[in-house]
């Protein structure tokens, strides 16, 4: 089974930029996949995903914002996130977009951004 570990997470100031990477155990081959977040007191959220082919999906409040792109034969999953502000505050995690296609989640990546 896919595992995945992300990574490149830190503290960031208001209207910075940080880019994310996911890389998988396995090959993850052709699922659609996604990162997601969790700030406290929050439920996760899906920010943002990408199909085999690099199609992609944004949350609205991210739009704009960041990017996300994959590397099918590295099998890895990247989050380019600018201007960033309080409310991303949050531990990202990458996994299948699928909820039934979901693997077990990693520890995620903490992104704090702050004045």
């Known amino acids: 089974q896919v595992q995945f570990a992300e990574s490149g997470g830190g503290l960031v100031q208001i209207g910075g930029s940080r880019g994310l990477s996911c890389a998988a155990s396995?090959?993850?081959?052709?699922?659609?996949l996604a990162w997601y977040r969790q700030s406290l007191g929050t439920e996760r959220e899906l920010v943002a995903t990408?199909?085999?082919?690099?199609?992609?999906t944004y949350v609205d409040s991210v739009k704009g914002r960041f990017t996300i792109s994959r590397d099918n034969g590295r099998n890895m999953v990247f989050l380019q996130m600018d201007n960033l502000n309080p409310a991303d505050t949050a531990v990202y995690y990458c996994?299948?977009?699928?909820?039934?296609?979901?693997?077990?989640w990693g520890r995620g990546t903490l992104v704090a951004v702050s004045s």
């Open positions: 996994n299948a977009a699928k909820m039934d296609e979901w693997v077990p």
């Open positions: 396995g090959s993850f081959g052709r699922y659609t």
């Open positions: 990408t199909t085999f082919g690099g199609e992609t």
